[in-house]
């Protein structure tokens, strides 16, 4: 792995935490059931693109996180309904994407490794999904002019800058690459803070799709975990002209998103350690890694797509 590909210190052995029990596996199956029922119906329909109404799209997508058992409570404001807007959020599982597409329809943005994963593979190029190599430092050029494009057009666009899935307990730092394009197509930035709850109302960790978790193992704990609640904050849109640089523009983006309080937990990797700019991994430190971080920094802007989910990060 490139030496500026983001990674957080989230494992599923010491992060994530389900309330699976056997008397809930017929209630997971129907719902996983339904799950696959409404996103093989959405891809169907997929091809028909605009002429499907945003309010249809939003509810579908809504609709997806409840059949796998999970509430979606959403306050603040609402997205800019027209016109060019890039969507940013942190990222914590695989349900943050129809969560996004529940604020505002938008393209995805993601590693293109998704292309050839089955079954969702194809859905994700019937829908549309921005694709990028990862291994490419020299695409980020074209990924940046590709998501300028879709946003004078008037569309909106959805990544994940932190450039991986956390836990919901630890988060990273939004990476700067992808806010050039709202800079040089003059879009909106719409800030989101995506967050899981039990139902004693306690941050929760079951949705986190992290490390090396399988699709398959996610799903089963997420459709089998009981009172599971997705809470999305929209937080008011910011003007990218209004920033001196795409740096200024991240840091207004994350500052929103990912400065909130957030409960502290012995589920946190003990390897965590949160520094002025967000954690960072203090495993396998010495000089060698000192060196491998000031190489890091020494690189040129560029962009990765990281984490299980599909998300994307610049350095």
Known sequence: MSVWLP???CT???????????????????????????????????PLGGLIPAGAVRRWSRTVARAAGVRVRVTGASAPAAGGVLLVANHISWLDVPLLAGVR?????????IRR??????????????????????ALPATVERITRVLRSGRAVAVFPEGSTWCGR?????RRAV???????????????????????????????????SLLASLWRVASTRGLVAEVEVLPALAADGHADR?????AAGAGVLDAPRERSSLVPAAVRHGPRGPRQAVGGGRRAGRRRTAAR??????????NAGTVASS
């Open 7 to 9: 990674a957080a210190p």
């Open 170 to 174: 630890a988060q990273g730092s939004f």
């Open 12 to 46: 599923p052995g010491a992060c994530v935490r389900g309330t699976a029990s056997r008397t809930g596996v017929p209630r997971a199956v129907l719902r996983l059931t339904a799950v696959a029922v409404l996103v093989l119906a959405g891809a169907a329909l997929s």
């Open 105 to 113: 329809p938008a393209r995805m943005l993601a590693k293109a490794e």
């Open 117 to 138: 994963w089955p079954v969702a593979g194809a859905l994700a190029v019937r829908g549309g999904v921005l694709f990028i190599d990862r291994d490419r430092l020299r």
């Open 298 to 307: 020494r690189e040129p802007a560029a962009t990765a797509i990281h984490g």
């Open 179 to 213: 806010f050039q394009a709202a800079l040089d197509a003059g879009a909106l930035v719409q800030p989101v803070r995506i967050g899981y709850r039990d139902a004693a109302g306690a941050v929760s960790t079951a949705a986190a799709f992290v490390g090396d978790d």
């Open 247 to 251: 740096g200024a523009l991240a840091a």
